[in-house]
C-alpha cells in the first residue's frame, strides 16, 4: 500500500465536519482515484466536545491550529476556519514556510493575501489550493486555470454568492420577508460567521477578485471592486423587474479590456431567458468567455457542507497526485497590475425606480431629467402607492453611459417630487 496523504485540519464548522465525513465515506474510492490514500491525522478547533456528526476519535486534538503545520504526521494542512487575518493566516504562513502544502477555502484571505501566500508557496516549492473559496463545488478554480489556459479571456461574471441567491429567490417565489430568509441561510449552513458578508456583497467582492486574477494573469486587487449588496432591493423591485422580464440577481462582473480592469458587484437585473436568471436558491453559476473557447458557464452548488467539502478533497486529491500548478494560474510575479477602469463611461440599459409624490407633472419631471442628460426610457411603469400616498415609478432605459444616468438621477433626486432615494440597477445585456 502506498504512503498516506497526512492531513491536518483545522476548523471543524459546517465545511471541516463536511471534509470529515467525506473523506471517510469515500475512502476507498479516493485512495484509488489518488493512487493513495487521504488521511486526517490531526485536527483542530475552538470546542474540542461539540457534537459535528462525525467520528473524530481516532485523530489528534491540537488546540493551536499553528501546531499542525510543525507537526511530523502532517503532510498537508486544510484550513476551514475563516477569517482574513487573525489563525486563518498565521498557519497558512507558517504551514508554507514549513514547505507543506495548504488547501483553504478562505476567500477572504486569499483575496487579502492571496498574492503573499502564492509567492511563499512558490518559493518554497508547495501547492496553494483553493477549489472550494469560489463557488463551492463547481470546479471553477480549475476550469480557469487550467481547461481555459490556452484562452485570452476577457469577461467573467456570475452569482458568487449562495445566500444572497438564496434569499432573492425565496423573496421572489415565497414573497418572505428579507429577515426571514437569512435566517434560514443562515440554519442551512450557507451564510458567513457575519452574515453581512454575504448581503453587503463582500464576499461576491472577495471571489471576483480571486476569478479576476486568475482569469485575467492579474494582480488581485480587491480593493478596486465596486462593491453593492442586496440591502436596498425590496419586494417591489422583485416584481417590477418580473413583469418587465427579468429577474433581480446579485451579479460580480469583471472585465478586462486590454489594458484595465473592471471590477463590480451590484444587484442586476438579468433577462429570464438567460442561463444566470435559471440559476434559483443557493445555486452559483460562473460564465467565463474566451477569445478561441467562446462562453463557457457552469452552475452547481456554491455553498453548504456537501458541496465545499467536494472541493476541498478534490484540491487534496491532486496534492496526492503531485499535481501543483501556481495558485494563480502563473508565477507571481507574471501577474500584471491593472489599473482600475474608469466606470463612468461603461454603457448599458438601466432600471430605475423612484418613489413620487402623486401629483399632476411629476413625470414629466421625470422624463425631462433623463431628457437633459440624453438618456431615452425603452419602458416606463407606474404602480399602486405607498402607505404615504406616493407613486412608485419604474423605468428602463436605452442604452447610455453611466455617467448620463447618474447626471439624470441627480437631477431627478433635487426634485421636490421625489420622495424618496431612487434606486438605480443594470441591466445584464450579454
Ligand atoms: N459554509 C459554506 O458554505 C462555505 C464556507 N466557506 C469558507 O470556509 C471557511 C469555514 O466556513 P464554515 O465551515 O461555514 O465556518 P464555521 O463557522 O461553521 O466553522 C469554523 C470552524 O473554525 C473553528 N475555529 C475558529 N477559530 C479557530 C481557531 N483559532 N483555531 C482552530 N479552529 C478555529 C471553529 O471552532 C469552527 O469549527 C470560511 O473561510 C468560509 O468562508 C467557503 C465556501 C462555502
Ligand atoms: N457564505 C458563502 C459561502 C460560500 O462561499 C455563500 O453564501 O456563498
Ligand atoms: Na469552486
Not at 16 to 33: C, E, F, S, T
Request: proline content about 4%.
Amino acid at each position: 500500500m502506498p504512503e498516506p496523504l497526512n492531513i491536518g485540519l483545522a476548523g471543524l464548522g459546517n465545511v471541516g465536519a463536511g471534509v470529515v465525513k467525506l473523506l471517510a465515506r469515500n475512502a476507498d474510492l479516493i485512495a484509488r482515484r489518488a493512487g493513495r490514500p487521504i488521511t486526517i491525522t490531526a485536527v483542530s478547533a475552538r470546542d474540542r466536545n461539540r457534537d459535528r456528526g462525525a467520528d473524530l476519535s481516532s485523530y489528534t486534538w491540537v488546540d493551536d491550529a499553528a501546531e499542525l503545520s510543525q507537526r511530523d504526521d502532517v503532510d498537508v494542512v486544510v484550513e476551514l476556519v475563516g477569517g482574513s487575518d487573525g489563525p486563518a493566516l498565521t498557519l497558512a504562513r507558517h504551514t508554507l514556510q514549513a514547505g507543506k502544502s495548504f488547501v483553504t477555502a478562505n476567500k477572504a484571505m486569499l483575496a487579502h493575501h492571496g498574492l503573499d501566500l502564492a509567492q511563499l508557496a512558490e518559493t518554497k516549492g508547495a501547492a496553494l489550493k483553493y477549489e472550494a473559496a469560489v463557488a463551492g463545488g463547481i470546479p471553477v478554480i480549475k476550469a480557469l486555470s487550467e481547461g481555459m489556459a490556452a484562452n485570452s479571456i476577457n469577461r467573467v461574471y456570475g452569482l458568487l454568492n449562495g445566500t444572497c441567491n438564496y434569499i432573492l429567490t425565496r423573496m421572489e417565489t415565497e414573497r418572505l420577508d428579507f429577515a426571514v430568509v437569512l435566517a434560514e441561510a443562515q440554519a442551512a449552513g450557507y451564510a458567513e460567521s457575519d452574515p453581512s458578508f454575504d448581503i453587503d456583497g463582500i464576499d461576491t467582492a472577495h471571489k471576483l477578485s480571486i476569478l479576476a486574477a486568475l482569469a485575467f494573469g492579474a494582480r488581485i486587487d480587491f480593493a478596486a471592486v465596486a462593491v453593492q449588496g442586496i440591502r436596498a432591493v425590496e419586494l417591489a423591485d422583485i416584481d417590477q423587474a418580473a413583469a418587465l422580464g427579468f429577474r433581480i440577481k446579485l451579479v460580480g462582473l469583471a472585465e478586462h479590456d486590454g489594458a484595465t480592469l473592471f471590477q463590480r458587484v451590484h444587484p442586476a437585473l438579468v433577462p429570464h431567458g438567460h442561463p444566470l436568471a435559471a440559476a434559483s436558491g443557493a445555486l452559483n453559476a460562473v460564465a467565463a468567455e474566451g477569445d478561441f473557447v467562446g462562453r463557457l458557464f457552469f452552475q452547481g452548488r456554491g455553498a453548504g457542507e456537501g458541496p465545499t467539502a467536494s472541493a476541498v478533497v478534490a484540491d487534496l486529491i491532486d496534492i496526492a497526485r503531485g499535481i501543483q500548478g501556481p495558485a494563480f494560474g502563473m508565477p507571481v510575479a507574471s501577474l500584471t497590475a491593472l489599473p482600475p477602469a474608469d466606470a463612468a463611461t461603461r454603457r448599458g440599459r438601466y432600471y430605475l425606480r423612484l418613489t413620487v409624490a402623486d401629483r399632476p407633472g411629476v413625470l414629466a419631471e421625470l422624463t425631462a431629467a433623463l431628457r437633459d442628460h440624453g438618456v431615452s426610457i425603452e419602458s416606463l411603469l407606474q404602480r399602486g402607492h405607498s402607505s404615504a400616498g406616493d407613486a412608485l415609478v419604474v423605468m428602463v432605459t436605452h442604452t447610455a453611459t453611466e455617467a448620463q444616468v447618474l447626471a439624470s438621477l441627480a437631477q431627478m433626486e433635487r426634485s421636490d417630487a421625489v420622495t424618496d432615494a431612487p434606486v438605480m440597477m443594470h441591466i445584464l445585456d450579454f
